[in-house]
């Protein structure tokens, strides 16, 4: 039973550890399936607004060269038309004509002075791409690179041309430049990693055909890093994004954590509740012990009382023809018990008792029964002996041990005993003639003067009716 409780307990703890733990790694997958598909619609988000605002950098840009060629050159206004444009297209950096490759207008000015007068055609970094775009007639993006006013942006160059005696002529061009930091100031790509997200933005160089670097956050990428392709014209972009702190590992820990303990809780109280029945049944088993002692047993002396010895006496006489097993029974009643209980009370006369059976229990074999009737009466059955002068020197001793002084009350009390004794089968082959014989003998022992033992004679029944 014991066995089986521990091991279905067991199976429980490791059925809702297994449960736990499941949903635990469920919920864990669950969550990085949610923040994979997160961080892929918010990376593919910064793709499209990088994208966006550079194809708007070269609508801008192309609009501006439409105006130019529109006017033969002339462009009576360029601080207001830019104005114009960088309101409606933001994230402009600055915008900028430069006639024959030399910057002469530059909008807003302050913080772009050093582009004024430079010479695209002669800077050995600009001249490749600035002469590309004039003979492939075709707006042409270029950058990453470094500013002349600072910083790392994008060059946006639509060469214009006008028409002068039906010939079209090289006139400049119309720029655009996007700062890195303007391009990303609209995105979640914060260089400080402020908005909880690390990045890191490289292009293909085209010479070294290979990714280089030219934004990327303060705070470095984890290992959960996605990565895309921005597509700008002309150039190759990559992106790549985490989160500024990694996963915390407590979800998961904190899931485990708990199945362990719902575990030990589980199995704790599958013992508890198996341990009920087995408790229950070791209380009914106490209590039905305990009942059947009280139906055996007297509660005062712990001696057999009148049941347990007249079931024992009928086992006696209905094994004796098949066994022929002899035995004596003594019937013993204390002399002086009542005068006890008057002068010195109940409570002394229970002590009294007490100390007679102890005396009693000792000076007789394991296998005799000492019992009491009731009251101050007391019974012993001595078996397997069938010797006379064995059962009167029992009957003798326990007369002289009841003798004996018992200090009760602060003082020291004497009673005696009166035994009648009568055997079996030479005085009855009953219960009831062994009990009564043995009752007859004990009140001849009294009618002798106390404190004596008498045996069964025939002639005792006629004697007590006369």
């Known amino acids: 039973m014991y066995r089986h409780r521990i091991l279905t307990s067991i199976l429980a703890a490791v059925l809702v550890m297994s ?35 550079v194809n708007r950098a070269v609508t801008a840009t192309e609009l501006l060269a439409e105006v130019v060629e529109q006017t033969g050159g002339n462009l009576p206004d360029f601080g207001r038309l830019a104005s114009k444009l960088q309101q409606g297209f933001d994230a402009l950096s600055s915008i900028q004509i430069a006639p024959g490759g030399v910057v002469r207008q530059v909008y807003p000015l302050k913080g772009n002075e050093a582009a004024v007068g430079h010479d695209l055609l002669a800077d050995p970094v600009r001249r490749p791409s600035a002469k590309r775009a004039i003979a492939e007639h075709r707006t042409l993006v270029a950058g990453p690179l470094d500013l002349l006013q600072g910083g790392k942006g994008i060059i946006i160059r639509h060469p214009i041309y006008v028409r002068e005696a039906n010939q079209e002529t090289f006139w400049g061009f119309a720029t655009v430049v996007l700062r890195i930091s303007d391009l990303l100031a609209r995105t979640e790509l ?10 890191r933005l490289s292009f293909i160089h085209p010479g070294l055909g290979k990714p280089v670097v030219f934004s990327t956050s303060a705070t470095p990428l984890t290992r959960d890093r996605y990565f895309a392709r921005v597509t700008v014209p002309d150039s190759l972009w990559e992106l790549e994004m985490s989160r500024s702190t990694p996963t915390p590992k407590w979800r998961s820990t904190t899931g485990y954590v708990a199945s362990v303990l719902a575990a030990l809780l589980m199995g704790w109280l599958a013992n508890v509740l198996l341990r009920t029945p087995e408790r229950l049944q070791r209380i009914v088993e106490e209590k039905t012990a305990e009942l059947e002692r009280l139906a055996y047993f007297d509660p005062l002396t712990d001696l057999a009382n009148r049941r347990f010895l007249l079931e024992t006496l009928e086992q006696l006489v209905e094994g004796f023809p098949r066994y022929g097993e002899p035995a004596a029974l003594l019937y013993l009643d204390l002399d002086g018990f009542k005068e006890v209980n008057d002068t010195l009370g109940h409570d002394a006369g229970d002590a009294l008792l007490r100390e007679v059976a102890l005396r009693l229990k ?24 069938d010797s006379v002068q064995n059962v009167a020197k029992v009957a003798q001793k326990m007369i002289d041990q009841i003798e004996r002084p018992v200090p009760l009350a602060g003082r020291s009390v004497n009673v005696s005993a009166s035994v009648g004794v009568t055997r079996m089968p030479a005085d009855g082959d009953s219960v009831k003639q062994l009990l009564t014989h043995a009752d007859l003998a004990m009140y001849a022992a009294k009618h002798a003067g106390k404190r004596c033992y008498r045996f069964y004679e025939s002639g005792m029944a006629a004697r007590a009716q006369g």
């Open 19 to 53: 449960i736990g733990f499941y949903w635990t790694r469920t919920g864990q997958l669950l969550y990085r399936q949610e923040q994979r598909f997160y961080m892929t619609e918010l990376i593919n988000t910064q793709v499209r607004l990088i994208e966006q605002s």
């Open 362 to 385: 000792a000076n007789v074999r394991s296998s005799d029964l000492v019992a009491r009737l009731g009251g101050d009466e007391f019974a012993i059955l001595l078996r397997h002996t």
């Open 190 to 199: 914060d260089p400080e990693g402020r908005k909880g997200y690390s990045h």
